[in-house]
Nanobody, 125 residues
Framework: QLQIVESGGGSVHPGGSLRLSCAVSGFSLDDYAIGWFRRAPGKELEGVLC????????NYADSVKGRFTASGDNAKNTVYLQMNSLKPEDTAVYFCAASRGFYCSVHAPFEYDYWGQGTQVTVSS
């Protein structure tokens, strides 16, 4: 059974860091790219970044470049989202999603077939 589970969310002060995890089962990261998306209260779904751990690279939204990075451990079927220098505007529910293929787009959530339930990230003083 295919499953995606995010974890690692929480509350942090501005300037702080969090690392989110996206654990997948039922499919291989060799065949799927992983995207991170977020939805802030009252706002539309926004792409954060996506990563192809099989060598297709990582694409970032402009809003997180230089602050967020992604990495993957294919042996553990887990992708990580490292978030540094967090800002209040990063507050959102963060979702992990899987898109079959070698490349990925951070601007095309409709290309992602499977989604996790999300994890809350709150940045406030």
């Amino acid at each position: 059974q295919l499953q995606i589970v995010e974890s690692g969310g929480g509350s942090v002060h501005p300037g702080g860091s969090l690392r989110l995890s996206c654990a997948v089962s039922g499919f291989s990261l060799d065949d799927y790219a992983i995207g991170w998306f977020r939805r802030a209260p009252g706002k539309e779904l926004e792409g954060v970044l996506c990563i192809s751990t099989s060598g297709g690279g990582t694409n970032y939204a402009d809003s997180v470049k230089g602050r967020f990075t992604a990495s993957g451990d294919n042996a553990k079927n887990t992708v990580y989202l490292q978030m540094n220098s967090l800002k209040p505007e990063d507050t959102a529910v963060y979702f992990c999603a899987a898109s079959r293929g070698f490349y990925c787009s951070v601007h095309a959530p409709f290309e992602y077939d499977y989604w996790g339930q999300g994890t809350q990230v709150t940045v406030s003083s």
